[in-house]
């Protein structure tokens, strides 16, 4: 039993005595409101700032976007002048004229009208 008293007094913590303090006031009246409204104004400017951010952000994203289809832009109009080139070279032309029945024509033919003292047409000529 007498290891049984020893094992008690070792294990039992001393408390010494302390002060209990009284409670304290931190902020009353006028300073309590004033302290809450320059808190509501810090978060609201906070607010305002993190949605600036974010809209600058997406502003960005969005003319990163319109930067990348630009380029694409300019690829397709380059392709597109590429071919359009390509389907007006004269040799192109000449043998889509040769496929489609045409031939060249080397001499035109001349109609001349003449004209009589009064300014009516007389008569027509064929010059070849």
Do not use: H
């Amino acid at each position: 039993m007498a290891s049984d008293s020893r094992l008690m007094n070792q294990s039992v913590l001393r408390v010494r005595g302390t002060k209990v303090l009284p409670p304290t006031q931190i902020m009353t009246g006028p300073t309590a409101q004033r302290a809450l409204i320059l808190l509501f104004l810090i978060g609201l400017i906070l607010f305002l700032y993190l949605a600036e951010v974010s809209q600058m952000n997406t502003t960005a994203f969005d003319i990163q976007a319109l930067e990348r289809r630009y380029r694409q832009l300019q690829e397709a109009n380059r392709e597109l002048e590429r071919q359009i080139a390509e389907l007006e070279s004269p040799t192109r032309v000449l043998e889509f004229a040769r496929q489609n029945g045409f031939t060249p024509a080397y001499e035109a033919d001349e109609v001349i009208i003449q004209l009589t003292s009064d300014g009516a047409p007389g008569g027509a000529t064929t010059n070849e």
